[in-house]
């Protein structure tokens, strides 16, 4: 994960909607690296939120899958699009795998998992996403619109129109790309 550039200056989400931010920004496009690349990596990283527990090559992969699907949910929510029908078939396979269940309390339903491993892990983060849903704050949580980057942010504008990881970076990148394409060449 980056601790400098898009990491430091992209918005951060409320409760926990920010483990769901943080799993999808275990794979940066832009460095070529994944938390999630081998068993022992995914551990140290769920190891680091408080979740201890053994991590076997199959359920990284649909981790991963899930990851991926994740991702392609944020970009979807810059067009205010519903929740894309793989992510939403990818979520409900990753409740029944990690044994996500609901609770009723006085408050009202939650979702609960087991306590451990990459199950605790996933479990959270259907849960998380879940309760965004249901509050209205998922559509806020993008992924930014460079390819190169596609780095997972939370959109705090008044607009709602955010496009980028962090507008001195990639913003900044888009403009000066936009502005080379449309400037006078010199040369005629």
Avoid at 56 to 76: G, N, P, V, Y
Avoid at 150 to 157: E, K, P, T
């Amino acid at each position: 994960m980056r601790e400098s550039d898009a990491e430091a200056a992209a918005p951060h989400a409320p409760g926990a909607l920010e483990l769901v931010r943080a799993f999808v920004n275990t794979r940066d496009i832009e460095a070529g690296t994944d938390l999630l690349a081998d068993p022992s990596s995914c551990s140290e990283w769920s190891g680091r939120l408080g979740i201890q527990g053994t991590v076997d090559a199959e359920a990284l992969a649909w981790a991963i899958d899930l990851r991926e699907s994740l991702r392609q949910a944020l970009l979807a929510n810059h067009d205010r699009l519903p929740l894309p029908e793989a992510t939403a078939t990818a979520l409900t396979e990753a409740a029944r795998r990690s044994g996500t269940g609901v609770a009723f309390t006085p408050e009202g339903a939650v979702l609960v998992g087991p306590g451990d491993g990459m199950n605790a892990l996933i479990s959270r983060v259907v849960s998380a996403t879940a309760a965004a849903l249901a509050d209205g704050t998922w559509a806020r949580l993008k992924a930014c619109v460079n390819d190169r980057c596609q780095w997972a942010f939370y959109d705090r504008s008044r607009s709602r129109t955010g496009r980028w990881c962090s507008m001195e970076i990639c913003g900044n990148r888009a403009k000066q790309a936009r502005w080379r394409t449309t400037r006078p060449d010199p040369a005629s």
